[in-house]
């Protein structure tokens, strides 16, 4: 009886944890390239139940019922929890932005021979000296291509990660200490499709690439649900040093080449969908109801135990 | 219950991007007006001792459940697209057709009338106006904040006598009745993030007192990057249409996230109610 109180008690907590999931999920909703998360619900490991100095238990086939014994009435579960919420990697929606700062990056990835997710991110960092390539250990995933210049000309995201280049290194696109050696491209930037960095050069019109930095830092990640979420659309890859961080461009693997793009002035949307997000909500609104109305039937039982039991003129 | 934080952080977010598109079109008729996009980031993530060791599932998640806090606005960007054109004939009204900013120049001064600082602006609005000038002792070009127009060296330009045509061409060159007086300025800013906006259309550069803007920027009519052109202004660059989307798109997400509250609200209720048959 007791038991159940606290297994509906547990119910209602694993969907307070849910619902917190879900508003998180709906806060988003205009954040480029987050990745929703998936609440996953476990049952608490089941028990087994049984019936102690019970000298008439029923019998039950292949056990023997010796007297004095316990009899085993069977399995039971006492309750539920809210294990992980595990993020969805899938491609979000893309948006026109008209910025030049903006890169939606779209994958199509196939799985590796052994059937693991593959997704591609964009490498980050938060870099202390900026002529030094990142260290495999700073370096961060993330599917946001909301980018802006920062004073120093370096692109950055909008919670001040540097970008970072193929050789993982702080893209710059903008020198304002040095008119005449550095590069100056700013709004003038051009990536393409495989996210070479690139300018116009105003004499001849043609295409130039960024000196050093020549294209974007793509990584594949096998298996993304090793990453581990940092929240401010940051994932990092916990372990040994990860990650298949492999030149996207100069793959030549047929899974991936071809398979990706990135588009300028566009943004990834979230992959959040508030339709189903409300109606997830909904609905466990209904079941914290209905467990709430379990804790009270059950309440209302132990109530007659305690107070109508053993009353002789009721 | 930390969902009424989360989306009370997200709410709030939303509306400072609302304040921002209703500035925009607010200016909508501003000329030169370049209109900001607000773009939102997500917040940290916090972690609870819900599950003491990592899944037996081949998974790299940290123990515990991790629950996030919801959504802020991340930054405001600067959107330096072209307005559109505005044709006005006024030979003082000057529009910019590709890269670049006016430096415009007003002198600060005490009750004494001494100088204290000379102060420099960058600005898109074209809209000049002759007036005159003691401290230049001739017309200058005066924009509708009170800042004089200046020349490819930075200082301002000065017409003896204001009867007679002005004509000021692509290249920036002005001359009255055919005479040269002088040439326009244009600077081409390849990060218009760093300038600091500081309302009535104008851009701080922070160019100090007297230093020419040459050694800061390019000048744009020489990079090829930009055109004047004489009797037009320039437009706002806020569009209505995606304006107005914009707004639809987070007023619903506002709605959707005091619907998340409504429910987590219901959801104590319901916590509440537990003992009160």
Redesign the interface.
């Known amino acids: 009886m007791i038991r159940g109180l606290y297994t509906s008690a547990s119910g209602?907590l694993a969907?307070?944890?849910r619902?917190?999931?879900?508003?998180?999920n709906?806060?988003?909703?205009?954040?480029?390239g987050?990745k929703q998360?998936l609440g996953v619900m476990r049952a608490f490991p089941e028990q087994l139940i049984s019936r102690i100095r019970d000298q008439e238990g029923p019998d039950i086939q292949g056990y023997p019922n010796l007297s004095g014994q316990a009899a085993v009435i069977g399995r039971l579960n006492s309750g539920v929890?809210?294990?992980?919420?595990?993020p969805m990697f899938t491609q979000g929606d893309i948006a026109e932005?008209?910025?030049p700062?903006d890169v939606a990056l779209m994958d199509n990835l196939q799985p590796d021979q052994d059937g693991n997710e593959r997704r591609l991110f964009y490498s980050v960092a938060r870099l202390e000296d900026l002529t030094q390539p990142a260290q495999p250990e700073d370096i961060r995933y993330t599917r946001?291509g909301?980018w802006?210049?920062?004073?120093d000309?370096y692109l950055v995201?909008?919670?001040g990660y540097y970008v970072l280049d193929a050789q993982n290194q702080a893209v710059r696109?903008?020198n304002?200490d040095d008119?005449l050696n550095g590069v100056?491209?700013?709004?003038?930037l051009i990536i393409s499709k495989t996210g070479d960095l690139q300018y116009e050069d105003?004499t001849t019109k043609e295409l130039v690439s960024l000196p050093n930095n020549q294209r974007l830092g793509l990584s594949v990640i096998t298996d993304p649900?090793?990453?581990?979420?940092?929240?401010?659309?940051i994932f990092r890859f916990?372990?040994d040093i990860p990650v298949e961080s492999l030149d996207v461009a100069e793959a030549n693997d047929p899974l991936i080449a071809g398979r990706y793009g990135t588009q300028q002035g566009w943004i990834e949307r979230a992959n959040v969908d508030?339709m189903q997000?409300?109606t997830s909500?909904?609905s466990?609104?209904r079941a914290?109801?209905a467990n709430?109305r379990v804790?009270?039937t059950i309440?209302?039982t132990l109530e007659k135990a305690a107070n109508e039991i053993g009353r002789v003129n009721g | 219950?930390?969902?009424l934080n989360?989306?009370t952080?997200?709410m709030r977010g939303?509306q400072q991007?609302l304040d921002n598109t209703s500035n925009n079109l607010s200016n909508i008729d501003t000329v030169g007006f370049k209109r900001r996009?607000a773009?939102?980031?997500?917040?940290?993530?916090d972690s609870?001792n819900?599950?003491p060791a990592a899944?037996n599932q081949n998974?790299?998640?940290?123990a515990g459940?991790?629950?996030?806090?919801?959504?802020r606005l991340?930054?405001t960007?600067l959107?330096?697209?072209q307005g559109s054109m505005k044709q006005t004939d006024v030979p003082t009204d000057l529009m910019i057709q590709g890269?670049g900013y006016f430096l415009v120049t007003r002198k600060i001064k005490d009750a004494n009338g001494a100088l204290l600082q000379e102060e420099n602006r960058l600005t898109r609005e074209g809209n000049f106006k002759l007036q005159y000038s003691d401290d230049d002792g001739g017309y200058v070009l005066h924009t509708a904040s009170g800042h004089i127009l200046t020349n490819s060296s930075g200082n301002p330009i000065t017409f003896n006598d204001p009867v007679g045509d002005i004509l000021i061409t692509e290249d920036g060159s002005v001359t009255m009745d055919g005479e040269p007086v002088d040439t326009i300025g244009l600077w081409k800013?390849?990060?218009?993030?760093?300038l600091q906006q500081v309302g009535q259309d104008l851009f701080d550069p922070d160019l100090a007192s007297g230093i020419a803007p040459d050694t800061?920027?390019?000048n744009a009519l020489d990079?090829?990057?930009a055109t004047l052109r004489q009797g037009a202004l320039e437009s706002s660059n806020v569009n209505m249409m995606e304006e107005m989307s914009q707004l639809v798109?987070?007023q619903?997400?506002y709605q959707?996230?005091s619907?998340?509250i409504g429910?987590?609200d219901?959801?104590m209720g319901?916590?509440n109610?537990?003992?009160s048959?």
Do not use: H
Request: hydrophobic share 35%; glycine share 6%.
């Open positions: 209602m969907l307070q944890n619902q917190e999931s879900l508003a998180n709906l806060a988003n909703v205009n954040t480029p987050f998360d929890y809210m294990s992980e919420a595990m932005t008209r910025n700062y946001n909301n802006s210049v920062n004073s000309g995201t909008a919670d696109v903008n304002p008119l100056s491209v700013g709004q003038g105003p649900m090793k990453l581990v979420r940092e929240g401010t659309n916990e372990g508030p997000t409300i909500m909904m466990a609104l914290y109801e709430q804790i009270t309440d209302g | 219950m930390q969902s989360i989306s952080a997200a939303i991007a996009v773009s939102f980031s997500e917040l940290l993530s609870m819900e599950q899944d998974r790299n998640t940290p459940l991790r629950i996030g806090s919801g959504a991340g930054l960007k959107d330096m697209g890269e800013v390849d990060n218009p993030d760093e800061k920027y390019k990079e090829d990057v798109n987070i619903r997400a959707l996230n619907r998340a429910i987590s219901q959801m319901i916590a109610s537990i003992r048959r």
